[in-house]
């Protein structure tokens, strides 16, 4: 049973380029957030979609956005890159149990993202 | 605004030896959740605390929810080097659907 696959597992931009990251979620899972880590810290919570809507928004700008397809995969887009952005971009699946305290999530391997 | 402070943020003892990491908040969660994760890897779950006061033990590892649900402690008995690694606390609201993770603690045993 695959987990949660994400691609590219590492890539390399420059400031006011664009990137769009991709994840599959586990098999049954159809909630899927994705957040940013930044070295030797904790995820931050970016957004989270759940039908094919953006069910709730962390605090990031709106060059941050994201889409999820019928088949649950999803994707997330950065627009107009700063330093900053430079990140491991985490995808995580759940099962809809309502709410974050229900579920189990089942994180990717993320996506390395350096910022030049 | 709802905040996870984890402690220490970064320790390196012996094998063998014993340690605690803390996470403190001022906000009451409706349960809290501890992740490991390893360089180039996403945050694995350990263990979910639900109840005030729960204890709950994975072999080596024991966990604990505050009584008032406002913070958890990881007590690792006896640490070997496996055990290093990037420790999460994430604490869940009901009327949320994120999580509020801790900043980390980097965890490293010496052989």
């Known amino acids: 049973d695959a987990g949660v696959t994400q691609s590219p597992t590492h890539l390399i931009k420059t400031r006011g380029q664009q990137v769009t990251l991709r994840c599959s979620p586990k098999s049954g899972h159809d909630t899927v957030s994705w957040y940013q880590q930044a070295l030797g810290q904790g995820p931050q919570f970016i957004f989270q979609?759940?039908?094919?809507?953006?069910?709730q928004r962390g605090n990031f700008p709106d060059r941050f956005s994201g889409h999820q397809f019928p088949n649950y995969s999803s994707e997330l887009n950065v627009n107009a890159l700063l330093l900053g952005d430079s990140a491991l971009y985490l995808c995580a699946s759940s099962p809809d149990g309502g709410y974050s305290g229900a579920n189990v999530l089942t994180f990717g391997a993320g996506s390395r993202l350096t910022v030049l | 605004t709802q905040l996870l402070e984890q402690s220490p943020q970064f320790l390196s003892i012996q094998e063998g030896e014993n340690l605690t990491v803390y996470c403190n908040s001022s906000s009451v969660f409706s349960s809290l959740q501890w992740y490991r994760q390893e360089p180039g890897e996403g945050p694995v779950l350990l263990v979910t605390v639900v109840t005030g006061g729960e204890v709950k033990k994975l072999k080596r590892l024991t966990f604990q929810f505050g009584d008032a649900r406002k913070d958890s402690s990881l007590h690792i008995t006896a640490a070997q080097p496996g055990d290093t690694g990037l420790y999460l606390c994430?604490?869940?609201?009901?009327?949320?659907?994120?999580?509020?993770w801790g900043a980390g603690t980097k965890l490293i045993i010496k052989p």
């Open positions: 994430a604490g869940a609201d009901d009327s949320n659907y994120q999580l509020i």
């Open positions: 979609y759940y039908e094919e809507e953006e069910r």
